[in-house]
C-alpha cells in the first residue's frame, strides 16, 4: 500500500467517525425537542399561567405572550434572526417546579439557551441558564455551561437580548 493509499483510508476513517458523532449530537437534540411545546399552562402558587407564541400582524415579529389568569401577563419579545443568526425558539418545557424556555441560534457557532423558570412565593423566577455550544465545523467539541444567577430575575423583569451572546 502506498503512502497515497493509506492517507485516503484515514481521511475516511476520520470523516465517518465526525460525521457518527455529528449525526449522535443531533439525535439527541432531536429527542429533548421532542417533550418542548408552543403553549404551556403550568401552576405558581395556585394561579394558572399560560405562555404562548405569538406575531405582530404588521412588523412580523415574534413574541412571548404570558398570562396569568387569562389576564395578560407580560409580552418578552424575540430578536429576529437578522438580531442573532438563526434565532429561533424551540418551545416550552414543563418541569416539577416551574419551566424551561429552550431557544437557539448561530451560524458557524451555534448556542442552544435554555431559561429555567422556578416557581417561588412571588412567582416565578429566572435562577438557571444552561448555554449548550459548539463550533459546527468540529460539532463533537460541545461545551454545556450551567449559570446560577446569584440574584434570581423575575419572571416579568425577563428579557432574551441580555443573555445572548
Do not use: H, W
Not at 412571548?64 to 418578552?76: D, H, P, Y
Amino acid at each position: 500500500m502506498g503512502f497515497k493509499t493509506l492517507l485516503v483510508i484515514a481521511s475516511l476513517i476520520f470523516y465517518s467517525c465526525t460525521n457518527t458523532k455529528s449525526k449522535n449530537l443531533e439525535s439527541a437534540r432531536n429527542d429533548q425537542a421532542k417533550g418542548l411545546s408552543d403553549v404551556l399552562l403550568v401552576n405558581c402558587n395556585g394561579e394558572e399561567y399560560r405562555l404562548e407564541v405569538d406575531y405582530y400582524q404588521e412588523s412580523k415579529s415574534k413574541y412571548v405572550s404570558i398570562f396569568n389568569e387569562n389576564k395578560l401577563f407580560k409580552e418578552v419579545n424575540l430578536p429576529s434572526q437578522l438580531d442573532y443568526s438563526g434565532f429561533s425558539l424551540n418551545g416550552f418545557l414543563k418541569t416539577e417546579k416551574g419551566f424551561v424556555v429552550s431557544v437557539e441560534y448561530g451560524s458557524v457557532n451555534y448556542f442552544q439557551k435554555e431559561f429555567f423558570f422556578q416557581c417561588k412565593q412571588d412567582g416565578f423566577i429566572l435562577y438557571k441558564i444552561r448555554t449548550t455550544s459548539f463550533n459546527k465545523r468540529n460539532p463533537s467539541k460541545e461545551f454545556v455551561l450551567d449559570s446560577i444567577l446569584s440574584s434570581p430575575m423575575a419572571l416579568k423583569d425577563f428579557r432574551f437580548i441580555p443573555f445572548l451572546e
